[in-house]
């Protein structure tokens, strides 16, 4: 019988055979997909922010538990449409204009999508413009900036502007190298995360999950 506390091992140890073999084993055997997908695929990536967190785990350790994840959601994502169950929220997460870089971006991303969030990526160097259509057409209730140098910040500045002058009530929540939470409040961001796994705290936190 397939076994949630095993699939959560393989996420964490980044096993992507055994992740992908207990998923459709589970399934085969009739276990729900929400299951499946809270109690072995998240449960393993909770254990990896976490662990990420207190830097018990690093960058390397973190793609590999995602890439696991990833596997395993190839067989799981149509079951779990097919039972209806709908993810967290919709995020729209970027890095801003003038800026390229996408480490810490692709990080989040990956925790978000881990923690059971619909992540829509759009990229490095997004204009204000660009974050408000993404979010408009995904329906997203989150808009996450990225920024990794002193000089792209103000471009944070203008995208929250650019959200307020459209009048939507988009939670934006912000990070990377050089942005402080003092910062966030200086824009009118709605939060702050230090880092990847925090993230997804902060992400929950504000919309009430």
């Known amino acids: 019988m397939a076994d949630m506390e095993s699939l959560k091992n393989s996420i964490i140890k980044?096993?992507?055979?055994?992740?992908k073999a207990i998923t459709a084993q589970a399934l085969q055997e009739g276990m729900s997909p929400e299951t499946i997908l809270n109690n072995g695929l998240i449960a393993g990536m909770n254990v990896i922010g976490a662990a990420f967190k207190k830097n018990e785990v690093y960058v390397p350790e973190v793609l590999i538990a995602a890439r696991a994840m990833k596997m395993a959601m190839e067989v799981l994502a149509p079951k779990l449409v097919e039972a209806g169950v709908k993810p967290i929220a919709n995020v729209v997460v970027g890095t801003v204009?003038?800026?390229?870089?996408?480490?810490?971006?692709?990080?989040?991303?990956?925790?978000?999508?881990?923690?059971?969030?619909?992540?829509?990526d759009i990229g490095t160097d997004v204009s204000p413009d660009k974050f408000v259509d993404a979010v408009k057409k995904n329906d997203a209730k989150?808009?996450?900036?990225?920024?990794?140098?002193?000089?792209?910040?103000p471009m944070m500045d203008k995208t929250v502007a650019a959200f307020k002058a459209a009048k939507m009530p988009t939670k934006i929540m912000i990070g990377g190298a050089p942005v402080t939470d003092e910062y966030a409040k200086k824009i009118g961001a709605a939060g702050y995360a230090p880092d990847a796994a925090s993230a997804v705290d902060v992400a929950?936190?504000?919309l009430g999950v």
């Open 14 to 19: 980044g096993d992507q055979n055994t992740a």
């Open 204 to 206: 929950k936190s504000l």
């Open 97 to 120: 204009q003038g800026d390229l870089h996408d480490i810490g971006k692709n990080l989040v991303v990956m925790m978000l999508k881990g923690a059971g969030f619909n992540v829509i």
């Open 142 to 153: 989150l808009a996450g900036l990225s920024a990794l140098l002193t000089t792209t910040m």
